[in-house]
Nanobody
Framework: QVQLVESGGGLVQAGDSLRLSCAASTRTFNTYTMGWFRQAPGKEREFVAAIRGSEGNTNYADSVKGRFTISRDNAKNTVYLQMNSLKPEDTAVYYC????????????????WGQGTQVTVSS
């Protein structure tokens, strides 16, 4: 069982930056693909970014490419999402997810989830 705890959400203005963190409770963190997803009210959960384990390969949704950066510190069992040039449409609950075998954009295949952290971007 892997527990994920997100932090770093908040209320910001358009154009501002935020960095989300997700701490994982596993000794084999470097073997997990880590993903970030988000869900706005009334909308489906959508993929934001993912990063492989030790290789560090990354994948982004088109809507965040060039603005968001996913990274990980395997020594700290933590994955980050640096969000720059935030827009009101980025407003959502952001979830951290982990999986041993899947590296992709479908939330259905990630086995472990955090509780989410709210990001609100005002115009």
């Amino acid at each position: 069982q892997v527990q994920l705890v997100e932090s770093g959400g908040g209320l910001v203005q358009a154009g501002d930056s935020l960095r989300l963190s997700c701490a994982a409770s596993t000794r084999t963190f470097n073997t997990y693909t880590m993903g970030w997803f988000r869900q706005a009210p009334g909308k489906e959960r959508e993929f934001v970014a993912a990063i492989r384990g030790s290789e560090g390969n990354t994948n982004y949704a088109d809507s965040v490419k060039g603005r968001f950066t996913i990274s990980r510190d395997n020594a700290k069992n933590t994955v980050y999402l640096q969000m720059n040039s935030l827009k009101p449409e980025d407003t959502a609950v952001y979830y951290c997810a982990a999986d041993l075998n899947y590296y992709g954009s479908s939330w259905l295949w990630y086995h472990y989830w955090g509780q989410g952290t709210q990001v609100t971007v005002s115009s």
